[in-house]
């Protein structure tokens, strides 16, 4: 057994790939349960763009809605901005909200792809939940 293989289990709680054995403090290099020859190796693990991209194109368009739409509240139509003046502030908070997590997004991409699938998933429905937000404020200002 090489001392790479047996210093990495010394202290870790990992499976056996064949059986899910925890082989911590593992002597030898089979697998006392189901006696699979064990090897370290890196392995590579592909990097998932789809959610991301998706990710941020909700994020992005809940932003553009929120923030466009307070454009077209507040141009042209003085007379009515202080009726819809709770409604400017509450568009713009989200989206600047919004768009800060979009840049944030962008910043820590890398971190993103990190992530276990189940989170970037999460992400995707924040950004489906905040996209349905913005346009039903959008339509309750109309």
């Given at each position: 057994m090489s001392d790479t293989l047996r210093s990495f289990l010394a202290d870790r709680d990992e499976p056996c790939p064949n059986c899910g054995y925890n082989l911590r403090g593992l002597r030898g290099a089979v697998c006392p349960e189901c006696k699979l020859e064990l090897s370290l190796s890196l392995q590579v693990t592909p990097y998932r763009q789809?959610?991301?991209?998706?990710?941020?194109?909700?994020?992005?368009?809940?932003?553009?809605?929120?923030?466009?739409?307070?454009?077209v509240l507040g141009y042209g139509r003085l007379d009515r901005l202080s009726y819809h003046a709770?409604?400017?502030?509450?568009?713009?908070?989200?989206?600047?909200?919004?768009?800060?997590v979009v840049g944030l997004l962008v910043l820590w991409r890398a971190r993103f792809l990190r992530q276990p699938?189940?989170?970037?998933?999460?992400?995707?429905?924040?950004?489906?939940?905040?996209?349905v937000v913005a346009v039903t404020m959008v339509i309750d200002t109309l």
């Open positions: 789809g959610l991301y991209t998706a990710t941020l194109l909700g994020m992005t368009a809940g932003a553009s809605f929120c923030l466009l739409w307070c454009g709770s409604e400017l502030l509450v568009l713009a908070g989200c989206g600047l909200v919004l768009a800060t699938l189940y989170l970037q998933w999460m992400f995707v429905m924040l950004a489906g939940i905040s996209l």
